[in-house]
């Protein structure tokens, strides 16, 4: 069973330009989650998005990040106009459960961003 | 609100020597509590838990005991091995208000030696 998915693992983009990260879950899950991982700092969490629904995005930015999961497709993150401070690690987690429960969170590779 | 706060790395430690990363938290319910292990380039894993106050998670010779008395939940292996280079991060979870959205440490780097 192929685990969680993520693309690119890297991704470099300069100011101004938008970041478009892409999240497959695991087969069967329909519960994902986005977190940021900045340097020498913990994951935040930023959204947990069901198919065609946002549940909870109270950590996301409220400018410049959108986020999606669309009936058919992967999960895309999408960050408009990056700027510096939006380099970081951004990890996808996938869960079969309704709740959430953190211990059937599987995290994908993450996708590391750079802005020049 | 909730909060994890984790000692500052790296932690560097002979293969064979005996390992502790400490972990405290604070939160508004009743919380469960993880440890997730992240190798080089890959994501989280979810290393051991434990969802009431004095049990004990382990996995893979990793331990560690949910102390409600001292809000603690610090990790422990007996004999480390080169293999266990990683970053280690303490995590909460609590229901309160029906959201299990996890609250996550910053993270202890652990790099052993042969």
């Known amino acids: 069973n192929a685990g969680v998915m993520q693309n690119p693992r890297h991704l470099v983009r300069r100011r101004g330009q938008e970041a478009r990260l892409r999240c497959s879950p695991m087969?069967?899950?329909?519960?994902v989650y986005w977190y940021r991982q900045l340097p020498e700092e913990g994951l935040k969490f930023m959204v947990y998005?069901?198919?065609?629904?946002?549940?909870?995005e109270s950590g996301m930015p409220k400018e410049r990040f959108s986020a999606e999961f669309p009936k058919e497709g992967p999960s895309i993150l999408r960050i408009q106009q990056v700027v510096r401070g939006d380099s970081a690690a951004y990890f996808c987690?996938?869960?079969?459960?309704?709740?959430?429960?953190?211990?059937?969170?599987?995290f994908g590779p993450g996708t590391r961003l750079t802005v020049l | 609100g909730n909060s994890v706060t984790q000692m500052e790395g790296p932690v560097t430690l002979s293969e064979e020597a005996f390992l502790t990363i400490n972990c405290t938290y604070t939160?508004?319910?009743?919380?469960?509590l993880f440890w997730y292990v992240q190798y080089p380039g890959e994501g989280l894993q979810l290393l051991l838990k434990?969802?009431?106050?004095?049990d004990k998670g382990s996995n893979k010779g990793f331990e560690a005991t949910y102390r409600k008395e001292t809000t603690s939940f610090h990790l422990e292996k007996g004999s480390v091995q080169v293999s266990d280079s990683a970053v280690y991060f303490c995590?909460?979870?609590?229901?309160?208000?029906?959201?299990?959205?996890?609250?996550f440490g910053r993270g202890t780097s652990l790099i052993v030696h042969p």
């Open positions: 939160a508004t319910g009743y919380p469960s």
């Open positions: 995590a909460l979870s609590d229901s309160t208000g029906g959201s299990y959205i996890p609250t």
């Open positions: 998005l069901q198919k065609e629904n946002i549940i909870d």
């Open positions: 434990a969802t009431k106050a004095d």
């Open positions: 087969k069967g899950h329909s519960h």
């Open positions: 987690a996938s869960s079969p459960s309704p709740r959430g429960v953190t211990d059937t969170q599987y």
